[in-house]
């Protein structure tokens, strides 16, 4: 006859090893992986991605806040007239937040790289400088009070959505 201690313990041991997770083993990139990091390591065509994809995200916010616009005289116009003053008040809104968009990601993205790549971490800082250097850029227009309150309400936004998105542990 068998032990039944000795039973359990067998089970147990071997339900642990089926449960431990297969180590797999390390895999070198390939030559096309590695160009791919390096092309997309470079602060000048992150920038511009950046760039590219805020422009087609102010767009796309344009055309719907600008479809939200209601003429002011829309018992006075045709129904014709209101189509034209709608889809003209929607071309201008998605091209001002197209150029708005697009200059906060190519600023936001370059200013965060060049201060990663000089600072050699990858932090918080870096996206507290970068929303500085950001909010100050968009609203230097204003002055130089502008400037400060734009620097340091975009890096506050900055910060809040970095740990909002939990990147840094």
Known sequence: MSDPAIESNDAQSSSEEAQKPQIEPIRMPTV??????????????????????????????????GA?????????????????????QMGRR????????????????????????ARAKHDMTNTAVAGCVTGGTLSAR???KAACAGCA????????IEKFLDRYH
């Open 32 to 65: 096309e992986e590695i160009r791919g990091q390096d092309i997309w390591n470079n602060c000048a065509v992150r920038s511009v991605v950046s760039g590219v994809m805020g422009g087609g995200l102010g767009l796309f916010m344009g055309l719907f806040l």
């Open 68 to 88: 939200l616009d209601n003429p002011i005289m829309q018992e006075e116009m045709t129904t014709r007239q209101q189509l034209v003053y709608q889809a003209k």
């Open 94 to 117: 998605s091209w001002s937040s197209c150029k708005t968009f697009a200059v906060m990601g190519l600023v936001f993205s370059a200013a965060e790289c060049v201060v990663e790549k």
């Open 142 to 144: 204003g002055g130089p």
């Open 153 to 160: 309400g975009f890096a506050t936004f900055s910060v809040l």
